[in-house]
């Protein structure tokens, strides 16, 4: 397909020749995961390429889509947020993924605002445990379903997971909660994250959803 294309978007004659396959891979990883991590090898280079020279069009493409784009320094990333009153590309968590982010998200905002740690790592158990603990009257997920959903929440870019050396249970696995997560059912208070909360409070089994 040839670079002038009436399908490329406006600012594409703008961009260097050099610059053009590294801006199609940030947005088709923007995209697709809806996260680059900018403490990685190759994420560093798209964070920098962006921030540095293509916030602007890159928010304006965005925008169409009903996108912000959030470039993060402290953590460095770059994350396209959806504008939920207009963006048909919202990703669909189901029932049981959107209570575990919804546990992960207070795990988050009580460790930034208790300790301020740059990052948020607590084990499987631990995990496990909070859910019962929010959730007191839905059954929690089985650990093996738990993983499945850490998988799907891994390929967003929402979290890491690890094992410690010689850890032969699931419940050792550790979790890395990114700061990406935060902003995927972002809350302008605590209290917007218990009102979202309490949607969820009806006795049922997690999965029956």
Known sequence: MSESHKNWPSFWSEVPEEDR??????????????????????????FLLVRDHYQKHLEDYLSVLGMSLIIDDDFCLL???PRSEDCALLAQFSKDETLLLLVLWRAWDDERSNHA????????????????????????????????????FKRHRLVRTSKPEGATQLGEMIIEILPSLPRVIPFDSLEAYLDRLALYQAPTSLQDS
């Open 21 to 46: 396959a590294s801006l199609r891979e940030v947005l088709a990883d923007l995209l697709g995961r809806g996260v680059i991590l900018g403490d990685t090898a190759s994420g560093r280079d798209q």
């Open 79 to 81: 994350q396209a947020q």
């Open 117 to 152: 740690h740059q990052t948020v790592i607590l084990p499987v158990d631990e995990v496990w445990q909070k859910f019962r603990n929010t959730f007191d009257k839905i059954d929690p997920p089985e650990k093996t379903h738990l993983e499945t959903m850490l998988g799907k």
